[in-house]
C-alpha cells in the first residue's frame, strides 16, 4: 500500500471511530462551558479597556440592551418572551459593536473590538438555535444609550452574566 493509501486508510479509520475533541456539530450552549468561554472573553475586553479613557470615547451615543434583570418579572415571562429579550438584545449588542468599530477608527482598539464582534455574532448565531417556543410579537427589548467603548463592553459582559445566563439555564432543562 502507498503512502497516499495509508493516508486514506488512516482517516477513514479516524472518521468512524470519531476523533476526540471534534464535534460533530456547532458547539451548544448547553455545554457550560461554552457559555463560560464567552463571559471569559468578554470580562477580558471590558477590563482591558476600563481605563482607556477618550480615545475610549463615542463620536455619538450608541443602543445597547438593558442588561438589569427583575428576578420577579423574568420568572413571570414565559419563554418565548425570554428568548426574544434575549435574542433581540444579542442582536443590538453586534450591532452596537459594529457601530463602535465604524466611530472609533484608532488601530490599537481594532483587536478587540474585531474580537468582540465575532465572539457578539457568534453567540447570537448560537442562541438563534436554543430550541424554544416561537417568541410572541412584542417590544423591542429595554434599551440604554452608552457613550464609551468601555461601557458597551460593560453593558456586553454584564448581559451574558445576566439575561443570557438565565435563558440557557431554563432553556437547557427542557
Given at each position: 500500500m502507498g503512502a497516499m493509501g495509508a493516508v486514506g486508510l488512516c482517516a477513514l479509520v479516524l472518521m468512524l471511530l470519531g476523533v476526540p475533541g471534534r464535534p460533530d456539530g456547532p458547539p451548544s450552549l448547553c455545554d457550560r462551558r461554552v457559555m463560560e468561554r464567552f463571559i471569559l472573553e468578554a470580562r477580558d475586553a471590558e477590563r482591558?479597556?476600563?481605563s482607556c479613557g477618550p480615545p475610549c470615547d463615542l463620536p455619538e451615543a450608541v443602543a445597547v440592551p438593558d442588561p438589569g434583570v427583575n428576578f420577579n418579572d423574568w420568572q413571570r415571562m414565559d419563554a418565548g418572551a425570554r428568548a426574544r429579550e434575549v435574542?433581540?438584545?444579542?442582536a443590538v449588542?453586534?450591532?452596537a459593536i459594529l457601530r463602535a468599530r465604524e466611530l472609533l477608527p484608532d488601530p490599537r482598539?481594532?483587536?478587540t473590538l474585531?474580537?468582540?464582534y465575532s465572539a457578539a455574532r457568534s453567540l447570537a448565531r448560537l442562541l438563534?438555535?436554543?430550541p424554544t417556543?416561537?417568541?410572541p410579537r412584542a417590544d423591542p427589548p429595554p434599551r440604554l444609550r452608552v457613550r464609551t467603548l468601555a461601557r458597551l463592553l460593560g453593558v456586553h459582559s454584564s448581559f451574558l452574566r445576566g439575561k443570557v445566563r438565565l435563558f440557557l439555564a431554563d432553556a437547557c432543562r427542557r
Open positions: 482591558g479597556l476600563a435574542g433581540g438584545g444579542q449588542l453586534v450591532a482598539l481594532r483587536p474585531d474580537r468582540a438563534r438555535g436554543v417556543p416561537d417568541p
